[in-house]
């Protein structure tokens, strides 16, 4: 990669590591005000109006390209699967069980990434394992024992999140549909907007409501999640399956951050050693997963 892609690269991965972890405490707070579904579209939908206002600005032509042929299917397959597939349980969940199980959850991503990779036959440093396993166990001494309900459903609703999401990246990783970035995340959050609209009436979902629009946590959320995706899109053919997950770690630790300074959560002894084991773990990890050629 050239110095200019090395750097965009590792902006997207810092990226994806806060972004991600803000988002929890925020959606369960939000989601005590806002029904999930109507949040999800609320999301999409918005993340699709901002990313095609930059398309206009920045790469107007690009437009020409979409081709309605076989290249979207699989734009069409990730997009579903990220949302309303991952989104919707996920935001389903958090008013089920406590953010930070969800988080311990979106955890065990770089774990299925490499049990995944090492199945299909791809390489991966001994460095980059131990840094995935110490770093897993961290996740579980940061979270701790959660306070708040957790329900079966919650959990499942979670971990089909945690699936949707690893499904949806293998997918476009794949069978990338070749579009711009820019254009290709554009489509891909449109679709979902779509499939979340579609859902809708299926799972019985309240009527929507402009003024949740204009929410606090609800403008942050679109706008990290038009971010995020532009980023996270953007990094999957650059960097290894488990640094491009690795997000699922840092996530957690942010999260307990974002709680202790925005909600007035605690953090115990046990967790902040945690979180400085399991950056450890994470620095083992890029260190030797640099390149998806390594993986």
């Not at 942010?254 to 909600?263: C, E």
């Amino acid at each position: 990669m050239s110095r200019r892609e090395t750097i965009l690269t590792w902006v997207g991965v810092f990226g994806m590591w806060t972004l991600g972890g803000a988002i929890y405490p925020v959606m369960s707070d939000v989601t005590k005000v806002v029904a999930p579904l109507n949040l999800v579209f609320y999301r999409s939908f918005g993340s699709a109006c901002i990313l095609f206002l930059l398309v206009l600005i920045f790469q107007p032509r690009s437009l020409g390209e979409i081709r309605w042929n076989k290249r979207l299917i699989p734009l069409v397959a990730a997009s579903l699967l990220f949302n309303p597939g991952c989104a919707g349980t996920l935001a389903w969940a958090s008013v089920k069980i406590p953010g930070a199980i969800t988080a311990l959850l979106f955890g065990s991503l770089p774990a299925i990434a490499t049990i995944y990779g090492i199945l299909v036959g791809r390489r991966t440093h001994r460095m980059a394992l131990a840094g995935v396993v110490i770093a897993t166990i961290a996740v579980a001494f940061l979270i701790g024992h959660p306070s708040g309900t957790i329900t079966t459903p919650g959990i499942i609703a979670a971990l089909l999140s945690t699936l949707s999401w690893f499904a949806a990246t293998e997918v476009w990783v794949t069978f990338n549909p070749g579009y711009p970035l820019l254009l290709a995340t554009f489509m891909q959050t449109l679709v979902g907007a779509m499939g979340s609209l579609a859902a809708r009436p299926i799972l019985h979902s309240p009527a929507l409501h402009i003024h949740e629009v204009f929410i606090g946590g609800v403008i942050f959320l679109t706008c990290a999640f038009a971010t995020q995706h532009l980023m996270y899109l953007g990094i999957s053919s650059r960097v290894s399956g488990m640094v491009l997950t690795s997000f699922g770690f840092v996530n957690p630790l942010v999260a307990a951050l974002v709680g202790y300074f925005l909600f007035s959560q605690k953090i115990s002894a046990m967790q902040a050693i945690a979180g400085g084991i399991l950056l450890i773990g994470v620095a083992l990890v890029v260190k030797n997963e640099r390149s998806p050629k390594t993986s």
